[in-house]
């Protein structure tokens, strides 16, 4: 399965998404991450308040009385007991840890409950910290208080002196399990609708950048099949538009060679017919009977070949529309043309087959070819096809073929293999020429390969392309 998208618009829409998941990953790490910080301060100053209003509330009552009146201020969370003497950081983390392990009462009730603390490893992780000293005069306390920060335990730690010498010590901690938060249903609900809102806006901003791209596609498919190709207006981005003026300036270049070559073609044909006249007209001084008949025979081929190269460039330059046939149809018309001439033609198709073409020009290069299969191949036998990607027609006929390393040469133009240069036989050696131009100028592709008896001829042709009208 492919992930990575093969349209410029999805991509732009992956990318767009994968930078909204990753901001949100980012946010989502600097947030518990601040948020962790800023409740363990609020926890912290919580902890100095409860202390507080512990030493004030152990100072009230009777020593005696000290030790039981603690005792019914404690939390799960929240363990008090009095020493005598100031010991270690580490032997005061050892006694707050089996403070926080023993059973607890509820409020009200006289039933020990197990502590919360019961099943956690974290009261094994001692904290290397040193007692900090809070000065005297602060929260209303005018004796100095000492705060133990417990990040292990998620809690702090809290001594101070009572006036008869006795130190009120003070641990709060946080199970493991209660500091975990699970995303609000409401995040979940702003996370959808920030997706759907820079989908929508990557959506947009990608048609606006793909529409331009699509028609610049389109416009050029079509350049390259030979259809007319109105200059495209620059739009979209400044990379786009510079393309599509470099488009359009290209288009304009190439056709103006295409016109150049095919005038300046026409002129050399039509301009050799003087000379060719000419020189016909002197033939008749020659006495030698042998001698003028070759010289009319060199003249009767240089006067064809003019005539079809002047016949070819009015072809080129003639802007033929396109227009939706049959194929179907158009080659069954031109196989029955040639029955009634007498050649040996067999067609097998799959029926109708709507095509995008210059008609004209598609008959005149499939006539050529179908034609050379029984001129020289005795039959021709021609299949039309029609692939996903592409329409196949196939001509093989019964004929000796063409040697491999000639089946290129054949399709340059005024070139005839040394068997078939004989009058009798027609053409100059365009016909193949011709053939391939109108093949190719319809985005197709014609090859020879060697057939089951004879030569075989493959024509392709793009598949139907309505949105390329």
Same mark, same amino acid.
């Given at each position: 399965?492919?992930?990575?998208?093969?349209?410029?618009?999805?991509?732009?829409?992956?990318?767009?998404?994968?930078?909204?998941?990753?901001?949100?990953?980012?946010?989502?790490?600097?947030?518990?991450?601040?948020?962790?910080?800023?409740?363990?301060?609020?926890?912290?100053?919580?902890?100095?308040?409860?202390?507080?209003?512990?030493?004030?509330?152990?100072e009230?009552?009777?020593p005696?009385?000290?030790?039981?009146?603690?005792?019914?201020?404690?939390t799960?969370?929240?363990?008090?007991?009095?020493?005598?003497?100031?010991?270690?950081?580490?032997?005061?983390?050892?006694?707050?840890?089996?403070?926080?392990?023993?059973?607890?009462?509820?409020?009200?009730?006289?039933?020990?409950?197990?502590?919360?603390?019961?099943?956690?490893?974290?009261?094994?992780?001692?904290?290397?910290?040193?007692?900090?000293?809070?000065?005297?005069?602060?929260?209303l306390?005018?004796?100095?208080?000492?705060?133990?920060?417990?990040?292990?335990?998620?809690?702090?730690?809290?001594?101070?002196?009572? /006036?008869?010498?006795?130190?009120?010590?003070?641990?709060?901690?946080?199970?493991e399990?209660?500091?975990?938060?699970?995303?609000?249903?409401?995040?979940?609900?702003?996370?959808?609708?920030?997706?759907?809102?820079?989908?929508?806006?990557?959506?947009?901003?990608?048609?606006?950048?793909?529409?331009?791209?699509?028609?610049?596609?389109?416009?050029?498919?079509?350049?390259?099949?030979?259809?007319?190709?109105?200059?495209?207006?620059?739009?979209?981005p400044?990379?786009?538009?510079?393309?599509?003026?470099?488009? /359009?300036?290209?288009?304009?270049?190439?056709?103006?060679?295409?016109?150049?070559?095919?005038?300046?073609?026409?002129?050399?044909?039509?301009?050799?017919?003087?000379?060719?006249?000419?020189?016909?007209?002197?033939?008749?001084?020659?006495?030698?009977?042998?001698?003028?008949?070759?010289?009319?025979?060199?003249?009767?081929?240089?006067?064809?070949?003019?005539?079809?190269?002047?016949?070819?460039?009015?072809?080129?330059?003639?802007?033929?529309?396109?227009?939706?046939v049959?194929?179907?149809?158009?080659?069954?018309?031109?196989?029955?043309?040639?029955?009634?001439?007498?050649?040996?033609v067999?067609?097998?198709?799959?029926?109708?087959?709507?095509?995008?073409?210059?008609?004209?020009?598609?008959?005149?290069?499939?006539?050529?070819?179908?034609?050379n299969?029984?001129?020289?191949?005795?039959?021709?036998?021609?299949?039309?096809?029609?692939?996903?990607?592409?329409?196949?027609?196939t001509?093989?006929?019964?004929?000796?073929?063409?040697?491999?390393?000639?089946?290129?040469?054949?399709?340059?133009?005024?070139?005839?293999?040394?068997?078939?240069? /004989?009058?009798?036989?027609?053409?100059?050696?365009?016909?193949?020429?011709?053939?391939?131009?109108?093949i190719?100028?319809?985005?197709?592709?014609?090859?020879?390969?060697?057939?089951?008896?004879?030569?075989?001829?493959?024509?392709?042709?793009?598949?139907?392309?309505?949105?390329?009208?």
């Amino acid at each position: 399965m492919r992930i990575w998208p093969r349209t410029l618009t999805g991509q732009l829409i992956l990318v767009l998404l994968l930078a909204l998941a990753i901001s949100q990953i980012v946010t989502l790490f600097i947030y518990r991450f601040e948020r962790a910080r800023a409740l363990r301060v609020v926890i912290g100053e919580e902890c100095l308040g409860r202390a507080v209003s512990a030493f004030r509330l152990a100072e009230g009552v009777p020593p005696n009385q000290r030790k039981s009146v603690l005792k019914t201020i404690e939390t799960p969370l929240t363990r008090y007991w009095l020493t005598h003497d100031e010991i270690s950081s580490e032997e005061w983390q050892r006694e707050a840890r089996d403070h926080l392990l023993k059973p607890t009462s509820a409020a009200g009730s006289n039933n020990p409950t197990a502590s919360m603390f019961a099943r956690e490893t974290m009261l094994n992780q001692l904290s290397t910290a040193s007692w900090r000293e809070l000065p005297g005069g602060t929260w209303l306390l005018q004796k100095p208080l000492h705060i133990l920060d417990l990040a292990a335990w998620n809690g702090f730690g809290f001594k101070m002196q009572l /006036n008869d010498g006795e130190y009120l010590n003070m641990i709060y901690a946080k199970p493991e399990y209660l500091m975990q938060s699970a995303l609000t249903p409401g995040y979940y609900t702003a996370l959808v609708i920030t997706v759907l809102i820079f989908a929508g806006a990557a959506l947009l901003i990608a048609r606006r950048i793909v529409r331009p791209l699509r028609h610049l596609t389109k416009s050029a498919e079509r350049l390259g099949r030979g259809h007319e190709v109105e200059i495209l207006r620059e739009e979209g981005p400044e990379d786009i538009r510079a393309t599509i003026s470099a488009f /359009n300036r290209m288009q304009v270049r190439l056709n103006r060679f295409l016109t150049d070559r095919t005038r300046m073609l026409a002129a050399i044909s039509h301009d050799l017919r003087t000379p060719i006249t000419s020189l016909r007209l002197r033939t008749e001084f020659i006495a030698d009977e042998e001698m003028r008949q070759k010289f009319n025979a060199t003249l009767d081929e240089m006067q064809g070949m003019a005539e079809a190269s002047l016949s070819f460039a009015k072809s080129e330059s003639t802007a033929e529309t396109t227009r939706v046939v049959d194929l179907d149809a158009l080659l069954e018309s031109i196989c029955d043309d040639i029955t009634e001439l007498g050649g040996k033609v067999d067609l097998t198709s799959p029926g109708r087959l709507p095509y995008k073409c210059r008609s004209d020009s598609l008959r005149r290069a499939l006539r050529n070819i179908i034609e050379n299969a029984v001129r020289y191949g005795e039959c021709a036998r021609v299949t039309l096809h029609r692939h996903s990607d592409r329409i196949d027609i196939t001509v093989e006929d019964d004929g000796p073929g063409i040697p491999a390393a000639d089946r290129e040469r054949v399709f340059e133009p005024f070139v005839r293999l040394e068997s078939s240069r /004989n009058r009798d036989t027609g053409g100059v050696g365009l016909g193949l020429s011709i053939a391939r131009s109108i093949i190719r100028n319809h985005g197709g592709e014609i090859t020879l390969s060697q057939g089951n008896k004879g030569l075989r001829v493959l024509i392709q042709l793009p598949p139907v392309c309505p949105n390329l009208a």
